[in-house]
């Protein structure tokens, strides 16, 4: 009698055990279930984001912008988002989200399974949350500062006065000592803190607010990235006739 009442009360204790197991995996299995992803483009721009890191993912998305038309595309951006018409804008199931840091936050956390960030209690964890937020923070918001002082002193550089603040080569100068010890901005492992860097990066480059080559470190995580199946494919599907109507480029500085 003991022995299958014990037998009984083990074979319940085991059904109460599954029994919440099961409920945690359905409920986190619907938590995974993603909503219809809508990207709202324009080439070139921080929507390009999104559209890689999909990619990386193998997240189903839908792309929409009017190629070379950037006119055209904001005014489809206009109809979602009429407050703040910005790319990216998307629409993730019936709600609309700007900000792509965010939006890679949001589809990091529901769906990625702990994929293209490290773990939380990890060492990496840490650079990779801090360059997630000083890719738009610092890199991005200095480089378009610098230029547009550039482009009104018409000199190739911003001719600081007054109070010198951190500018576009001391920015690079920290990523560049940052990447002479890690392979990514993540730190050991490609990330997303990876994905949010090469906006501002190429961006600097491609508008010689920086010479990219005087910083090989950065100019080699650049290619590695870059290399990525991913990425290809992003550029394939979200600027397959390049960049219309970039902003022109400062002009270089003279040397010797």
């Known amino acids: 009698m003991i022995a299958r009442i014990s037998v009984a ?11 919440p197991a099961s409920s945690a995996e359905t409920r986190l299995a619907a938590s ?24 990386e993912l193998g997240l189903p998305y839908q792309l929409e912008f009017k190629k070379g038309d ?9 109809q979602v988002s009429p407050l703040m018409p910005v790319a990216p ?9 700007v900000e792509s840091g965010a939006i890679i936050e949001l589809l990091l956390d529901r769906h990625a399974k702990g994929k293209l960030m490290p773990a939380v209690d990890s060492p990496d964890y840490l650079s990779y949350l801090q360059w997630m937020h000083f890719a738009e923070g610092s890199a991005a918001s200095r480089f378009i500062a610098d230029y547009r002082v ?21 920015v690079l100068k920290f990523a560049d000592d940052f990447l002479s010890r890690n392979a990514y901005f993540g730190g050991k492992e490609f990330s997303a803190a990876d994905i949010m860097m090469l906006f501002p990066v190429n961006l600097a480059g491609a508008l010689n607010i920086v010479d990219l080559s005087t910083y090989p470190n950065v100019a080699a995580w650049r290619q590695k990235v870059e290399s990525r199946p ?7 599907v979200a600027r397959p006739n390049g960049v219309p109507m970039p902003p022109p480029p400062l002009p270089k500085a003279q040397t010797g």
């Open 70 to 78: 950037i006119p055209g595309s904001m005014q489809t951006i206009r």
């Open 9 to 19: 009360a083990l074979a319940a204790l085991l059904t109460l055990a599954i029994g």
């Open 32 to 55: 995974a279930a993603q909503p219809q992803l809508t990207i709202y483009h324009i080439e070139g721009r921080r929507s390009e984001r999104l559209v890689w890191l999909c990619e």
């Open 150 to 170: 550039a482009t009104i002193q018409g000199r190739p550089k911003p001719n600081a006065q007054g109070f010198r603040f951190v500018d576009s080569d001391a």
């Open 89 to 97: 804008t998307v629409r993730y199931g019936d709600q609309v989200m």
């Open 230 to 236: 991913a990425y290809k494919k992003m550029v394939e």
